[in-house]
């Protein structure tokens, strides 16, 4: 008998597979112990190793997690829906809300490690901003935390020589946030484009995600422009891919 197309896919795939369609179908819930390895051992007939890796699979993906000496779990992390387009509205920001508020709804959301900076830009930013050798940025760094779990890392550069003496400068920028204050500085941006691709994290990126080396993270850089086409900030953005969907809506 000829071998099927899932026949000819490796055991520990299968096996993954497997659990995924059972996670999906309910048998296992959100916090929910997994299989582990000597359980899927036994029930497949594999060998370690290959056990190991149907469960390297599921963590991969995000869709379960390891906790050092209890086991694998089906993660209970809901994923972020980022709305690209209605995050960035003016009546968003401009009514003291939070960019955040369109994506988190009632979740808690903490942000951490700020740190605010004067610094030379790196060569890629400071040609989007227009700035001269010797002009310097305001770098603002952050942490965001989303119900207890590390999901983004963001750095923002705004030419200092705009915001020098404002609240962007500081670690609170106050309601509606730097574009709310960039606003109050004759700098509003009204238009902005986001450019995404994906890689592996780096060691330093997975570890303040605190996710594992083999999942990805989806890069998104965000420039924003005044009415005149001046770009007034560059947001270069690091996302737990497994932890996000990114959901544009807009008229054809």
Known sequence: MAKTDDDRRPKYQRIADSLREAIEAGDYGPGDRLPGENDLMDAYGVARMTARQALGVLRDEGIAEARKGAGVFVRAFRPIRRRGIDRLAREQWGNGRSVWSADVEDRALEVDRITVSEEAPPERVGGVLNLADED????????????????????SYLPMSGVAGSRITEEDTGPGGAYARLAELGHEPVHFREEIRSRMPSKDEAAQLEISPGTPVVLICRTAFTADGRAVEVNEMTLDAASYVLEYDFDA
């Open 136 to 155: 310097s940025a305001c770098v603002r760094r952050r942490r965001f935390v989303l119900d207890n779990k590390p999901v983004l890392l963001a750095t």
